[in-house]
Structure formats: C-alpha cells, structure tokens
C-alpha cells in the first residue's frame, strides 16, 4: 500500500512513537499529575517533556502556555469560544475547514458577526483585505496556514503583523503545517496556534493541542479536576490546569512528544526539503497528464503537501476507489470537510482527489501514482 | 362459539389436537423479513392461531412486490406503506385474537437480540445469507429454533434448525460465497409459486416445532416446481462448526459481515462485502442488462436502474459506491439485491 493521505492522519510514524505509546501504557501507567508515587511521577515527566518539545518548535517561551486537546478541532473550539463575546466581530477566510467554518457559523447564533474574506486558492489570503475586514469591534482574526484542500500557505506572519497592530487575537489553525512547515509564535505573531497531534507532528489520533499566548485568559470549554487547588470549586486560572480538566490521554501525548523529538532531531528543514522535492516531482508528472486539473499554486514553496486535482469527466470517488482496489494508493477523495474551500475552487460537485505526502513518502511512490493516474485518466 | 372453535379444523387434526392449539396461542414467533416468503409465513401463522407476531421489515410496498408478496395490494403500493404495518394491518382483519406487532428495522448484530427477545421461534423471510448466518448465530446463542427458508427463480430450499439438536446454517454454509458470484431475486427472478411453496414449508414446519411435534423434518428439503423436483437430503453437522460446535458468534460479533461508509460530501455510501471477491464484469453486465443502463472498462462496472435513480459503481474487488441513497440500509438493500450479498 502506497500511503497518501497524510493530510487526513500520517502514516507510517517514527518507530519511537510506537514505542513511546507502548512504554507509557506499560512503564508510565500513572495518572500524571495526581498522585506522588512512581508511576504517577513517570506519567508527569512525560507530560512536562512533551509541552516542552512543542514549545521548542513553536518557539513558544513559556511550555505551561501549550495544553493538550483531544485534535486541532477541539483547540479551535476552545481558541474561538474562550474569547468571543455577544457583540464582538470575528475575520476568517473562504478557505477554511469545517473545524474552523462550523464552530463560526454556530458563534453567529450567539450574537457574533462575522467577515468572511475570499481568499485565493493560488496565493491564499491577501493581508491587505484582512486589515480592511477589522472594525473597531474586531477581537479576533482565525485563518488556516495552509488550505487542507488544496495546500495553499497563507501568509501568517504578515497578518499576524496586522493582527498585533490592530490589538487583534490572532487564532492559526495548523492542521496541516505544525510539524512540516516552520512556525514561530513569537516572530509571526500568533496568539493562539491550535495544532493536531497525528498529522505532521507523527503523533497518534486522538490527541492535540493550543499555544495560548501569554496575555490570554480563556473560558475553558469544561471544568474538572486538576490536581490543583482541589480544594476550591473554582476552576484554577492558570495554565495548563485551566485548560486540561479530567485524566488525559497519556498514551497519545507520549507518543506525540516522541513524534515533536522525532521532528527536532531531523530538523524541519530538512522535512520540509525532501517534502519539497516529493511535490515538485508530483506536480510536474501532473501537469503531463492529459485530462488532469490541479488546483493550488504550481510551486511548493507555496503550498503545504498537500494537492487537489480531478480527472476531467470523472468523479473523484470513484477515482479514489480505483487507486485503492486496482493500484493499491491511499488517497482520499469528496469535500474533505471543508465545503467553503469547494465553493471557492468551484469543485462542491465533484469534490477533488486529495495527494498529500510525508516525510515518509519516496520518489519511486510518486512514480508508481503518475502511472496509476495517467492509466486511470486515459481509461474511463 | 367455544373459544377454540374458530380452529376447528386445524385441532380435529390429530397430530395437532386442542393440546397443540393451547400451545401455539401461547407461543411467540418473530418473521424476520416481510417479502414473498415472510408474507406466506405470516398468513399461515396467523390464521392457524399463533399467539404473537413480531413482523420484522424495514422496507416500503412496491408495485413489483405484488406479484408474490402475497399480504399486499395496490393500495398499500400507493400509499408506500410500510411493509410490515401494511402485514399487521391486513392480518388484523384475518385474527384479531391474536397480538400482531410491527417491527420496522433491519436486522444487524446490534438489534437481533433484541428483536428476537423472548421469541420460542424464529422463521426466515430473510433474501440474504449474511443475514441468515446473523440470525443463525443468534439463534444458536440465545437457544431459538429457528426456520430458515429461500427461494430463487423456480427453486427453493427449507431446513431447520434446533439448537443442540440439528446442523446449523454455518455448517452448510462455513463461508460466505465471494460477493457477485450468486444471482438475487432482481436478476434471476422469482416465481410466486416457489415462494408460496416454500413459505408453506416454512410454517408448517414452524407449528410442529411449536407443539413439539416428533414429526419435525431434519433434512434439507430442495424443491425444483420447474424441473419437477422434490428432494429431502441428508445434513450433517460440521464438526468444526464455529457457531454450532465451537459458539464463536463471528456474525453477531460482527467480525464477518459487510459494512458501509459514508463517502464525504454527497448522497454516496460505500459498501464492503464481508469477502473480497473477483468480479467479471462481462457476466455481472449480461446479469444486470435487463434492469437498466450497464458500463464497463478495466477498473469499474456502473449500473443506472431503469426503475429508479438508484446507481451503483462496483470495483473488481466486490466493493461498490452507491449513488442516490439515503442511508446505509439502503445501500445495503440495494447491493443485496442487484450484485448479491
Ligand atoms: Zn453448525
């Protein structure tokens, strides 16, 4: 099987995750955090070691500023919902995942209005009409760094720019660049970066997180215990606790701090390089098969790994299908969850066939689908 | 009128006697399944005076049901009735002595149990094996008889099955065939007569398990009305059988059995046989030809029935993509009856 839809969940992982998550159900068995015993101090270690390795490649100061979440989803969910107020109008874009597009469309109910800027499938968003989008009652600019449809980056620093000027909240979902595409929290002015933990960052499902910027105070989405001040029925007001009520899923975040360690050693640099030039080979095959449409920009300095195309006369699923059963390619194919990117790409129809890489990914893979494609296109 | 008089017939039959007729008025029965054989079954049973009813079927009354669905007419067609409350309605008139429910579900691993709780008995109405092999194991687990009943084109077979007493459905059948390599209903027919025949089998042999009869058939009885044949053969029991030797419930555990996903964006869902299968498209074509429109090259065969807006992609590997369906069970149904489940 040829694995290409590591935009959805990467496989395979660095064999430390598996190990990782393996040693912390058999060796770190304790609840972290709660109890001072052995088990329960390995558990907390591990904890600790994995907020620290985030905060290194974010470039986040202070590591108790990361708190885990179930996925990206929920971080968003807790970015947009812990600082919007009746009354308080939020910018987003047109290329946006339903993680971000459906908890906006629920926050309109409770009273918040809401700019959405068409944003290029090609460049992505233009800063310029974000800064014309903020009014006076603006509190908060959420986009995507890069589209989970079509790759487009869009330019984070330069809005977070704005963003900072304008004493805007600057929420970045990163589901598809933590961990392939350098983020710095500090320098691209991001206020809160809500990130998955088993795509680019080679973690399990099932677990995720939110950089929350110094200067911010969230309404937790739940309460619950802690181990801290458990003697108050008050839910603390610093973080993490605030944030990370009831035992968390310690397998998982074991295994993502593996994955973090994994990037860092590499270097993502490096990660990004190989993805590069996985993309350009892919791209170029593309565009010398007839009958193809590739969607996104054509270079992958812009684009995270991820691409969309079609196959003219085609339906996408049925594509997706044939790639699986007769060429043995995972890919993935429909909305992908994000209608608002299809309306902008004109693709709501038929959806497109999504082609994302890994690290993992080899060139002779990349061949082997040109092949399939190009067999598939000159059949039907 | 003596309150057993409306049996007379039925109870001057000595096998069956007053004592028999006590017993099926205190006697629950589920038919799983409300076609052409559920709706025989059903008649039978409930004229002959069974206490309870459960009449399981999820699926709506069609002009082209009639021809062998014995319980229905043209009303029930227009009104799209329910299969089953068009069952309880009907029989209500025939015995309105007896309780009649209406169960409008499909069986899965999830709701057999339930559905077959508290039954004595169970009768097969079912037009799928994966289906039966559920009911099988669910029968064998919660210790229900059960009659299990099929017919195609001009043939039809009937056995039953007695927990701990009698081969089950798995030992006949260890496997589930590769999908696509039987034909269904849809594209080998079905006489009217068949199903009758064999949904009379069916229930007949349903009241002497009832009453405890010692002349309970325990041979696998096949019936040809075309060819003129009628043959009673010899079953064993597997000795390795997995549901009724080793109680490895794998249907109601639901390790084996087809299963669908929805596909991200429109009103598509994919379904996956239980087995991977090697389908030729040229004969899987020539089975559906009559039924409406049929494509194939290397990688997909497509099929738009004349009948409705129903379209169906099937891949080499057995697994499809259903078009224009709105959940699961209906995609199921749908595989079930065109390519074969
Ligand atoms: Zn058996």
Redo the contacts with the bound molecule.
């Keep these: 099987m040829i694995y290409l839809d590591n935009a959805a969940t990467s496989w395979p992982k660095p064999e430390c995750v598996y190990e990782a998550v393996n040693r912390a159900m058999r060796e770190w068995g304790g609840n972290p955090g709660r109890s001072g015993h052995k088990m329960s101090l390995a558990a907390g270690k591990v904890l600790e070691e994995t907020r620290l390795l985030l905060a290194r490649l974010f470039n986040a100061d202070n590591p108790e500023r990361i708190i885990f979440t179930l996925n990206a989803t929920e971080a968003i969910n807790l970015g947009l919902k812990g600082i919007l107020q009746p009354g308080d109008h939020l910018v987003t874009g047109s290329m946006e995942h339903n993680s971000v597009s459906r908890p906006v469309e629920a926050l309109k109910e409770m009273g918040i209005t809401v700019t959405k800027v068409k944003t290029s499938p090609l460049t992505g968003i233009n800063p310029v009409d974000v800064e014309n989008a903020i009014q006076e009652n603006t509190r908060m600019v959420v986009l995507n760094h890069a589209s989970n449809v079509t790759g487009t980056l869009n330019p984070i620093a330069e809005i977070g720019d704005i963003c900072r000027r304008h004493g805007v909240v600057f929420l970045v979902d990163a589901a598809q660049t933590a961990g392939i595409v350098p983020i710095d929290v500090q320098k691209m002015n991001i206020s809160l970066l809500a990130f998955p933990g088993h795509k680019g960052l080679f973690g399990p499902q099932g677990v995720g997180g939110l950089y929350i910027a110094e200067d911010l105070c969230l309404n937790p989405l739940k309460q619950g215990g802690t181990g801290s001040e458990s003697k108050s029925l008050l839910q603390p007001l610093f973080s993490p606790d605030r944030y990370e009520s009831g035992t968390p899923n310690m397998p998982g975040i074991a295994g993502l701090g593996a994955g973090v360690r994994f990037i860092l050693e590499q270097g993502i640099d490096r990660i990004r390089h190989k993805e590069h030039l996985l993309m350009t080979k892919l791209l170029s095959g593309l565009h010398n098969i007839s009958r193809i449409i590739v969607f996104g920009p054509d270079t992958p300095e812009k684009r995270a790994a991820v691409v969309s195309i079609q196959i003219k006369g085609m339906d996408s699923l049925e594509a997706a299908m044939i790639l699986d059963q007769a060429f043995e390619i995972a890919v993935r194919a429909g909305l992908h969850c994000a209608p608002d990117a299809h309306r902008t790409l004109g693709t709501l129809e038929n959806g497109t066939i999504r082609i994302s890489l890994s690290y993992y990914n080899s060139e002779e893979e990349i061949d082997i689908l040109l092949q399939a494609v190009a067999a598939i296109a000159g059949q039907s | 009128m003596r309150p057993l008089d409306r049996y007379s017939r039925q109870t001057i039959f000595q096998e069956i006697g007053e004592e028999g007729q006590l017993k099926l008025l205190q006697s629950k029965v589920a038919v799983i399944g409300m076609g052409a054989l559920g709706t025989v079954i059903a008649n039978n049973l409930c004229r002959a005076g069974v206490g309870y009813l459960r009449l399981v079927d999820r699926d709506y009354v069609e002009l082209s049901n009639l021809q062998r669905q014995t319980l229905y007419n043209e009303q029930d067609a227009a009104d799209q009735m329910p299969k089953a409350v068009a069952a309880v309605k009907h029989l209500e008139k025939i015995n309105s002595e007896i309780q009649i429910e209406a169960v409008l579900k499909d069986v899965n691993s999830g709701n057999v149990e339930s559905i077959l709780d508290g039954m004595d008995l169970v009768v097969d109405g079912t037009d799928n094996l994966e289906t039966r092999l559920l009911i099988n194991d669910a029968c064998l687990k919660n210790n229900i008889p059960w009659v299990h009943g099929a017919a195609l084109a001009g043939s039809g077979l009937t056995m039953n099955i007695i927990p701990g007493q009698t081969?089950?459905?798995?030992?006949l059948h260890p496997e589930l065939p590769a999908p696509g390599s039987h034909p269904t209903c849809s594209t080998a027919g079905v006489l009217g007569m068949i199903t009758g025949i064999i949904g009379c089998l069916e229930s007949t042999e349903a009241i002497k398990i009832l009453i405890g009869s010692p002349r309970i058939n325990r041979k696998l009885c096949v019936v040809n009305i075309w060819y003129n044949q009628f043959t009673y053969l010899d079953i064993e029991?597997?000795p390795r059988?997995l549901?009724?030797?080793e109680h490895k419930f794998e249907y109601l555990n639901s390790v084996k059995g087809s299963y669908t996903v929805s596909l991200c964006g429109r009103d598509s869902i994919q379904v996956i046989p239980a087995k991977a299968g090697d389908i030729d498209f040229q004969t899987m074509a020539e089975k559906l030809k009559n039924l409406g429109t049929v494509k194939y090259n290397p990688f997909t065969l497509n099929f738009s029935a004349s009948n409705s807006n129903l379209e169906i992609t099937l891949f080499q590997d057995g697994r499809a993509i259903i078009k224009n369906v709105k959940d699961d069970q209906t995609a199921k149904s749908a595989y079930a009856e065109y390519i074969g489940l």
């Design positions: 081969p089950c459905l798995r030992c029991q597997n059988c549901a009724c030797v």
